[in-house]
């Protein structure tokens, strides 16, 4: 099954009922585009920008950035990248980054917190993204957004940065969906994003409240937990009242067994692991969304994640 999946790792990627879903990869280095592409990815649906940011004494300057989105984008060729802005807080500090001490890191300054708790540095990224050649490849994406204030302050910090560029092309901007709050409010927030990407690893952690570094609860900690479902059953309608559209970047993306029932949720885009795209891909091809759509209405009334993966399994 591998062997066939592998061989038609570069087709594009359809239902049986003719619904044309987006294969992609995640991505936090150059070599991992590589990756995305030879396993016949259709581009990055998560770039995580922090490997430009740890470990180092000072920030990366917008020089260095903008070389670096455009090397990813150029691996890419021409496919398209979704470019998360910085998502460092709490446990991932940098020197630079004097984040307090705090009780609970989860639930601290993190992610766009930190964006908007240092606007300058915000600023300097939003402008090397701006600078990748062609911009119309790359659209932009906001981690751990709780509220729709902060996707504005966001907006008003790109404006300026275009402002600045004179740019004037229109850039995506999404929210990444991984608070409780952002999942039960996604139809305020899509009013305003221009897509919505699911991040199944925080918001499992947060709609189970259970950290995702504990290893005693690592068994428990599952992302088909239908509590999680119903987020993402959310989600998706909370977007489909703005006709946005709605990826997966966490790990569930990444689980076959999660595939349909995120198809009859209503996702259309799946960024995975690279390795794995050729598997969800073929997945997908041997799916019809009406089975799918019956899938997740059982799958949202099960009580535990093993009842929603017997279902699952036994599509
Ligand atoms: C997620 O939380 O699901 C996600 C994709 O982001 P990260 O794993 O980088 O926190
Ligand atoms: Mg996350």
Redesign the pocket.
């Known amino acids: 099954r591998k062997a066939a999946a592998k061989a038609a790792a570069h087709q594009p990627c359809v239902t049986k009922d003719g619904v044309r879903i987006e294969v992609f990869a995640?991505t936090g280095s150059v070599k991992d585009a590589e990756a995305a592409v030879a396993n016949g990815a259709e581009g990055s649906g998560?770039l995580?920008t922090?490997f430009l940011f740890l470990d180092r004494e000072t920030p990366p300057d917008e020089d260095e950035q903008a070389r670096q989105y455009q090397a990813v984008a150029s691996a890419l060729d021409g496919r398209p990248l979704i470019i998360?802005t910085l998502?460092v807080g709490g446990d991932k500090a940098a020197p630079y980054l004097p984040i307090p001490a705090e009780e609970n890191p989860a639930l601290g300054l993190r992610g766009v917190r930190v964006s908007l708790w240092r606007p300058h540095l915000l600023k300097t990224q939003l402008r090397a993204i701006l600078r990748v050649a062609p911009l119309g490849q790359c659209r932009i994406m906001v981690?751990m957004v709780a509220s729709l204030d902060e996707l504005r302050a966001v907006r008003a910090v790109l404006d300026e940065a275009k402002r600045e560029l004179g740019v004037v092309e229109t850039i995506e901007l999404g929210v990444?969906i991984?608070t409780p709050a952002a999942a039960v409010t996604a139809d305020l927030i899509a009013a305003e994003a221009d897509f919505l990407s699911?991040?199944?690893?925080?918001?499992?952690?947060y709609v189970l409240a259970m950290d995702r570094g504990n290893p005693e609860l690592a068994a428990r900690i599952d992302a088909l937990h239908p509590a999680v479902l119903r987020m993402i059953d959310q989600t998706c309608k909370g977007a489909a009242r703005h006709r946005r559209w709605v990826g997966v970047?966490?790990?569930l993306a990444s689980d076959v067994v999660a595939t349909p029932i995120l198809l009859g949720l209503g996702v259309t885009e799946l960024s995975t692991t690279a390795s794995i795209a050729p598997e969800v891909k073929a997945r997908v091809r041997d799916l019809s969304l009406d089975a799918c759509r019956d899938l997740a209405r059982r799958a949202l009334d099960q009580t535990t994640p093993e009842a929603v993966r017997d279902l699952a399994k036994a599509l």
């Open positions: 995640n998560l995580r922090e998360r998502d981690p990444m991984e699911v991040g199944t690893n925080d918001l499992t952690q970047c966490g790990g």
